[in-house]
């Protein structure tokens, strides 16, 4: 157990590594970053892997023999090992590079989805999802003729599994996210799974939320497919990836075409490369591929285990923080128990809408998210028309709460609530 106050020590000094929470806001505010599940802030390590990159190693990669090319070809291929560790992959070839967590989840549908699925046949996932885990099987069920299922959540954004085993009767696939971007709400993952597998389904991960917060053991959860994006978890926007199982991706057809993927090319028909290449059509995002490598560097040097301790700990004080403008009218939404969410807090405050809420809070220098958080449906179901939502990380302070928490007083005042 690390103290408390260690714990916000380490914090302030892992800020400094991120410039741009050193810039003051336009009305001259220190800068409360509170929106780390849209996007996280890049430390100077990732932004420097960029510039070496396109300064040092550019050159097209797999089919150059000169330097360049193969140090780029190294780069690139170093990375996915990288983040293949990470997870705890077997092998980095289960790893594919895509553009987001959104393009990984559509690679799953229309190749593995259209390969397997019959009419008859059911996918089944969460009243939570964000819409990157909720459209693709939309269209899937649509296009396939099956049935698409939901596991339904309680007014804490709590998973339901009293009917578990009837609603996985015929299906197919499990589609779930980790850690929902809304509520923060975590996954029983340790339950399904199983039983989704004594079920016959297989099961795919929306890791946006998790992998970035905490150690994701692909192998130890046994999940057959999971889904990432670069830019929540200190890397670039335009990288993100798919783990999938060997037997699962080597049996499934490609979801681009074009080059790189391919072994040989005749006019009328093609063999396609070995993964994880064979899902890699046309030039990847290798600068961005290989700066996600140094966010993998350097989130594994500061240590998952203690991003995740700390960020339990600060949504904990920030809990305790903001309850105490409860009589004020604020309302605080997602799991009761801590232990249950992620530091992800959404909230409203009285009637008043969540948008004009994160504006005066970003008067303040506190920046939140406000609305439906790609979650409509959940909304609906809540009878929210919209939430404001704080997100913590890694460089994340009991300042930027107490920040926070003074700007939700100066909203009340406003508003008249205070
Ligand atoms: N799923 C979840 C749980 C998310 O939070 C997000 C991003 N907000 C996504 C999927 C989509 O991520 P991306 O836009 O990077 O594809």
New binding site residues.
């Given amino acids: 157990m690390i103290a408390p106050s260690k714990l916000d020590e380490r914090a302030k000094t892992i800020a400094r590594d991120f410039p741009i929470l050193a810039q003051p806001t336009s009305r001259g505010k220190r800068l409360a970053f509170l929106d780390s ?3 996280s802030q890049k430390p100077q390590a990732v932004i420097d892997a960029l510039v070496h990159y396109y300064t040092y190693d550019n050159a097209n990669i797999h089919r150059g023999v000169y330097e360049l090319a193969e140090r780029a070809t190294a780069a690139f291929e170093g990375a996915r090992e990288k983040v293949a560790r990470f997870i705890n992959a077997a092998e980095s070839a289960e790893l594919i590079w895509t ?7 559509n690679l799953v549908s229309f190749s593995w989805g259209l390969q397997n699925l019959r009419p008859g046949d059911a996918i089944l996932t969460s009243q939570l ?5 909720l459209v693709p099987w939309q269209l899937l069920a649509a296009k396939t003729g099956a049935d698409l299922r939901f596991i339904e959540v309680d007014a804490n954004g709590m998973h339901e599994l009293d009917d578990l085993d009837e609603k996985l009767h015929g299906v197919k696939l499990v589609a779930l ?5 809304s509520l923060g709400t975590i996954a029983p993952l340790e339950t399904i799974v199983p039983r989704a597998h004594a079920a016959g389904a297989i099961v795919l991960v ?1 890791a ?2 998790s992998v970035p917060h905490m150690k994701v053991d692909v192998r130890a959860l046994d999940v057959d497919f999971l ?1 990432a ?1 670069g ?2 978890m200190c890397g670039p ?1 335009g990288i ?1 990836f798919l783990y999938g199982k060997r037997a699962l991706l080597e049996a499934m057809p490609p979801f681009l075409t074009g080059g790189d993927m391919i072994k040989r090319v005749e006019y009328r028909e093609t063999s396609f490369n070995e993964i994880p290449w064979k899902f890699e059509a046309g030039t990847s995002n290798i600068a961005d591929a290989v700066a996600l490598g140094a966010a993998v560097d350097y989130l594994e040097t500061i240590g998952m285990d203690w991003v995740h301790a700390h960020e339990r700990r600060l949504t904990a004080f920030a809990l305790e923080r903001m309850r105490t403008l409860e009589p004020l009218g604020l309302a605080i939404y997602g799991p009761l128990d801590p232990k249950d969410r992620s530091g992800i807090i959404a909230f409203n405050l009285a009637d008043v809408h969540a948008h004009d809420l994160a504006s005066i809070l970003d008067t303040e220098g506190v920046c939140v998210r406000a609305g439906h ?2 979650t409509m449906p959940l909304m609906e179901k809540m009878g929210w028309p919209a939430t404001a939502r704080a997100s913590f990380y890694l460089y994340n302070t009991e300042e930027d709460v107490e920040q926070l928490a003074g700007a939700l007083h100066k909203a009340a005042r406003i508003f008249k609530l205070a």
């Fill in positions: 599940a849209a996007s553009r987001n967590t959104t393009e990984s989840i999802e964000h819409h990157s885990n996210s980790h850690i929902s971007n929306d946006a939320q889904a994006s830019h929540k926007t993100g958080h790609c």
